[in-house]
């Protein structure tokens, strides 16, 4: 058996004159928490309903469990889908909304009432007290529950989850993230995320595709695509990051400020971008030993309760740092005033060659 529930090979989708899926190849593992990552309008919405069975791509194939489906309608793909806007039947209670895909297989009403009242539980609702309320009676928390539970009561070999949690507030958006996560290790179902979230994708993901203009930039664990992405796009839009512009020398890149030691190896001359992280450069008596060390204007301070945003100026490129809001120096930072910035080679996210 292959490791992979699902595979996409050279997938193409044009709508008019917008590519949205531009040759994606792809694979997802089974029993993985996967999650395709971008903005507005990068075609991973789109990936998904090829994926479903919604949309059928104009060139390419879709492998489902080792099963050919490109041509297979949704109902045949063993598959289950969450939408955002949950489409849960409103006249219907919570049993009967999470009953309807079994009745349509046809299952004793024994069978069916088991079932509902495990995946109640699984969702930890009781049934003794949501079965039998409508979705009006549900907050949004709990009809996001509802709607997992009726996608996967029917045990789909692959979950497929639109945006689902682009309507709850910040905190029972927070809370769902770790719910998700526990469910899809609890079921093991595959499950395939589409988000333009980045922090959703890095808290429940067991690996991230970042799409861009219908390609896909880079695939990776979360860690891999924040602490080593391939692409400037791919750093700049997973989590924060600062670039500098320089020409590639031998061991570092020379900027209009000033030589940036670096470890990665690109061919001398070549005009490059060096992306680092705000969390990785050092501030005041901590920059101080650093590789590579530079005076600062502090322009701003941004307090976040646990981190402290400093944005500073360095011969005019605006800087970001981030630092823990309990660091020693973060009393003596002040607006309008220098202090030296720091970090060695090795830390950044990475060197990109600029075309030209």
């Known amino acids: 058996m292959s490791s992979d529930m699902v595979v996409l090979k050279n997938v193409v989708k044009r709508f ?72 849960l039947f409103p006249h219907m209670t919570v049993y009967n909304n999470i009953a309807y895909g079994l009745r349509l297989r046809n299952l004793t009403e024994d069978e069916i009432g088991f079932k509902v009242k495990e995946s109640l539980r699984l969702m930890r609702m009781s049934p003794e007290v949501f079965a039998n309320r409508k979705p009006s009676h549900l907050s949004g928390g709990q009809k996001q529950r509802v709607a997992i539970a009726r996608a996967l009561v029917t045990q789909p070999a692959v979950l497929l989850l639109d945006e689902p949690l682009g309507a709850l507030d910040l905190k029972i958006r927070q809370h769902m993230m770790l719910e998700l996560k526990r469910i899809q290790r609890t079921v093991g179902t595959t499950f395939i995320y589409v988000t333009h979230d980045q922090g959703e994708a890095l808290v429940m993901s067991d690996r991230i595709a970042i799409m861009h203009e219908g390609k896909i930039e880079q695939v990776g664990s979360p860690r891999e695509v924040y602490e080593k992405p391939r692409t400037k796009f791919v750093a700049n839009f997973i989590g924060e990051a600062n670039f500098f512009e320089g020409v590639m020398r031998e061991g570092f890149v020379e900027t209009n400020f000033g030589k940036i030691k670096v470890k990665e190896e690109i061919p001398a001359s070549r005009k490059v971008i060096v992306s680092l992280r705000p969390e990785r450069i050092r501030i005041g008596n901590a920059a101080v030993g650093s590789e590579n060390m530079f005076k600062v204007k502090i322009i701003d301070l941004i307090y976040r309760g646990d981190t402290l945003i400093v944005i500073a100026s360095l011969e005019g490129i605006e800087i970001k740092i981030s630092v823990p809001a309990i660091h020693p120096e973060v009393m003596r930072l002040e607006r309008d005033k220098d202090t030296w910035i720091g970090w060695n080679s090795g830390d950044e996210a990475g060197i990109f060659e600029l075309e030209d």
């Not at 090829?50 to 080792?66: C, Q, S």
Request: avoid cysteine; charge should be positive; aromatic fraction near 6%.
């Open 16 to 87: 008019g004159n917008i590519v949205a899926s531009n040759g994606i190849n792809m694979n997802v593992r089974r029993n993985e928490f996967f999650s395709i990552l971008g903005p507005s309008g990068s075609g991973k919405t789109t990936l998904l309903r090829i994926i479903a069975g919604l949309e059928r791509p104009d060139k390419g194939r879709v492998i489902i469990n080792e099963d050919d489906v490109t041509n297979i309608p949704p109902y045949k793909r063993s598959i289950g889908m969450v939408f955002q806007n949950l489409a």
